[in-house]
T-cell receptor, first 116, second 109 residues
Framework: GAVVSQHPSRVICKSGTSVKIECRSLDFQATTMFWYRQFPKQSLMLMATSNEGSKATYEQGVEKDKFLINHASLTLSTLTVTSAHPEDSSFYIC????????????FGPGTRLTVT | GQNIDQPTEMTATEGAIVQINCTYQTSGFNGLFWYQQHAGEAPTFLSYNVLDGLEEKGRFSSFLSRSKGYSYLLLKELQMKDSASYLCAVVDSNYQLIWGAGTKLIIKP
């Protein structure tokens, strides 16, 4: 159990367009989901924490108007990169924490975003 | 501030044993995770320690000393597929995961 999916796995978009990435917990309910970004050869960088039904909490330096996060249900969170630029090209990974359980985060497979 | 230290890179030989250390200084402690991450993939769970001592799981073992703020991941009978980054993460007093920068492990034949 504890499977997290992400869609799409890869996306290429043009500069100035918006891209939506979905994160789903397939076999459990996740009250909290996390969005990370990882640049090549660097560690995970937490972008924001989203709780179902409330506004996301963004880490310092992450623009909330550029990275829109919606956690509308206990199994789905979305990250929308608005007006994407080449510097937004990165590996975006979501994780989910099981409702009422331990603190382990179950990771999705990641989304490779390339902005041209 | 909160800080997690682990070596940037380690090299080991196939079939050998390697120990990856992690030291931490965090506001509170509610457990420590080790994750494995292959290049281009998301992290996968390896172990979770919240009490002092050694947890063994197959070829992988994880040790924790809360008084020393120290953990290590021990990999035995190394295989080429163990080449990956190993991430140490601590759950702090706010139940947030604080991530180390990861240790890139290179396995040589």
């Amino acid at each position: 159990g504890a499977v997290v999916s992400q869609h799409p796995s890869r996306v290429i978009c043009k500069s100035g367009t918006s891209v939506k990435i979905e994160c789903r917990s397939l076999d459990f309910q996740a009250t909290t989901m996390f969005w990370y970004r990882q640049f090549p050869k660097q560690s995970l960088m937490l972008m924001a924490t989203s709780n179902e039904g409330s506004k996301a909490t963004y880490e310092q330096g992450v623009e909330k108007d550029k990275f829109l996060i919606n956690h509308a249900s206990l199994t789905l969170s979305t990250l929308t990169v608005t007006s994407a630029h080449p510097e937004d090209s990165s590996f975006y990974i979501c994780s989910a924490r099981r409702q009422g359980a331990d603190y382990e985060q179950y990771f999705g497979p990641g989304t490779r975003l390339t902005v041209t | 501030g909160q800080n997690i230290d682990q070596p940037t890179e380690m090299t080991a030989t196939e079939g050998a044993i390697v120990q990856i250390n992690c030291t931490y200084q965090t506001s509170g402690f509610n457990g420590l995770f080790w994750y494995q991450q292959h290049a281009g993939e998301a992290p996968t769970f390896l172990s979770y320690n919240v009490l002092d001592g050694l947890e063994e799981k197959g070829r992988f073992s994880s040790f924790l000393s809360r008084s020393k703020g120290y953990s290590y991941l021990l990999l035995k009978e190394l295989q080429m597929k163990d080449s990956a980054s190993y991430l140490c993460a601590v759950v702090d007093s706010n139940y947030q995961l604080i991530w180390g920068a990861g240790t890139k492990l290179i396995i040589k034949p």
